[in-house]
């Protein structure tokens, strides 16, 4: 039987790895990436985990404060190949984690509530639960997949100059809330520093079932 330990991992490119994750992702959305790891059956790509920058500034300050702010990456993809062994995400996650520069030593990432996830693998690897996303306000083009809508966006030179080109097809929406987990990396000492400087307070992981406001 196959096990997550025959698969070899290495990093790769992060053009090389949203080609692959937005064929299989649910989201089929390129992420940001600045770094990226892929898992291998022979030559085979079977799975990819990606790195990069949060797009909030504020989210990067709120975690452990604007001295640390410049140590945040954000787990912005992470995708397997369906029918792959249990504990399969689990190893690449932490490969990916293993193998980042020492001084992103605070990592954040999110699972989707309006995609049916908790975040169990996240809980698997013991990344701290700190609640859920700030609810934020999202535009949507009628007639446009919302998918496509950021793109669009940044052709039209962001939400202003969209709204003067689509006029009435734009609509105003609450962005779905998010888990929101964090690890924090390195050394005993470090990790400690870290904890104390967190800014979120630490919950219960959530549980398939909870009644939770999204």
Request: proline letters at 4%.
């Amino acid at each position: 039987m196959t096990s997550p330990r025959d698969y070899d991992l290495r990093a790769i490119q992060g053009r090389t790895a949203n080609e692959f994750q937005m064929v299989g992702h649910y989201l089929h959305r390129k992420a940001q990436a600045m770094f990226a790891y892929g898992m291998f059956d022979g030559d085979e790509m079977i799975g990819c985990v990606i790195f990069g920058k949060p797009a909030s500034r504020a989210l990067c300050v709120g975690l452990c404060g604007v001295e640390e702010a410049v140590n945040v990456l954000e787990l912005t993809r992470l995708w397997i190949k369906d029918g792959t062994p249990k504990n399969t995400e689990s190893r690449l996650i932490g490969f990916g984690l293993r193998s980042l520069p020492r001084e992103y030593d605070i990592i954040v990432s999110y699972a989707e509530i309006g995609a049916g996830h908790i975040g169990v693998v996240y809980q698997a690897t013991n990344w701290i639960y700190t609640g859920m996303s700030d609810k934020h306000v999202e535009w949507h083009i009628d007639g446009q997949p919302a998918k496509h809508t950021r793109h669009l966006f940044d052709e039209y030179g962001g939400v202003n100059g969209a709204k003067e080109h689509f006029g009435s097809r734009m609509t105003r929406a609450e962005r779905p809330r998010k888990h929101r987990y964090v690890m924090l990396r390195g050394s005993k000492s470090r990790r400690k520093e870290l904890t104390g400087k967190l800014r979120y307070k630490v919950l219960p992981y959530p549980k398939i079932g909870d009644n939770i406001e999204a």
